[in-house]
């Protein structure tokens, strides 16, 4: 084992052992058009939030769970 890997080693030391495919690297322009294009804006994350409390109005509220399991026991019990 070690000397296939001395011999890799010694065979490889002046070159790069990384695959043609993986040296790339993506326009630069394209690169940055897509980054202006998915920017995302304080107005967005608002928008975000409030589609959010649309979709569950009780998600920010702790105790409503809370209250209702407490009544259900209560009854339960009597």
Known sequence: MKDT???LVEHFKEGRFV???ALFA???VNLLAWLAKNVVT?????DDQIEDQIEDPGAGDE?????LGDEAFREAAE
């Open 19 to 21: 695959h043609p495919a």
């Open 5 to 7: 890997r001395a011999a």
């Open 42 to 46: 304080a107005a967005d994350e608002a």
């Open 63 to 67: 105790h409503s769970g809370e209250a």
């Open 26 to 28: 993506p326009d630069k």
